[in-house]
């Protein structure tokens, strides 16, 4: 097919994935919500909600896959997906921003007026005059013990393990460049496998934490910001890497060219960003 | 935790954010020519940074400098 005129602006037709998107995201969450009140359904909601989330991706990837392969995206588009990818990105950093925000406050400003400094220092006097400021804190009111997660052993190996992704990632990303399709689908396949190995063991973390440590999303602040953190950037790496899978099929069919592989450098940022991420929790939640 | 310990490490950490960025922003520039190869040097970069921040802090540890809350 010819290439489109640099100005050219493809218009694609009416798309049933955003409303699809809607729904799918709408079971999981209802789901979620029935699963943590105990109701039986929320367990289905949440495996339909998943299904068809999965298939909406398959499906809307192929769309644009097969669009793109097909010619129909200008200099134009491109740019404009260039500036979709700066603006999604820009929200995932307030959205991160915000949790650490929460993080910095407690610690360094509400523990300080509940301690007495502060012109909240009344609060001290009149409601919590056993508090003192120390971290990890469940909070005041909070009367449940639990052990804080330790830094070293599992987190510490899962910092090596994204560490390590990220340079198999880079190394696909040199194998494209020079064209070597054998080190870009090899360092693809190395990145995945190290993305499911980390989600794994961030998963026997949270039922180590439950069995054994007692840590819970019931353990006060301590509990409800190490969750959120954590929780929120395993599902991000969970997306990343069902990004690069996507990505890893691409390069089997030989879709990226040393000149047109957007989609291939966006989902490689991806990752450097949420393995960035990463070293933020490893050193504000897990070390400090 | 000792400044000699902390600033590099605030240094490392600011430069991998730095760096981070400076690779979005070629990612919004670089239409895929060939020889541009600043997005992949960017993120090489970010890599090697992170590597050394993750050595420090392992380092800084071993040495007493700072002390994980969760290890009793």
Partial sequence: MSEP????????????WPVIAAVSVFSILLGAGMAVNGLFPGVVFIILGFALFGYLLFAWFGDVVRESMAGLYSEKVDTSFRQGMVWFIASEVLF???FFGALYYLR????DWLTGKGYLAGTHELLYNQFFAQWPKTGPGVRETYTPMKAWGVPAFNTIVLLTSGATVTWAHWGLKSENRKLLVRGLIATIFLGLLFVTLQAWEYQEAYQHLNLTLKSGVYGSTFYILTGFHGMHV????????????RSFKGHFTPRNHFAFEAVAWYWHFVDVVWL????????L | MPLTFKLPALILAALIVVVLGEALYFLSKDHG?????????ALSLRVTLALVLFLLLVGGALLGYIKPHGIE
């Fill in chain 1, 5 to 16: 005129s640099p100005q050219a602006y493809f218009l694609p037709s009416p798309s049933p």
């Fill in chain 1, 96 to 98: 991160f921003l915000s």
């Fill in chain 1, 108 to 111: 360094n400003v509400a523990a």
């Fill in chain 1, 238 to 249: 969970t997306v990343g890497a069902i990004m690069l899978a996507a990505i890893l099929g």
């Fill in chain 1, 280 to 287: 933020g929790l490893f050193i504000f939640v897990y070390m």
């Fill in chain 2, 33 to 41: 020519d060939k020889d541009k190869m600043r997005v992949a040097r």
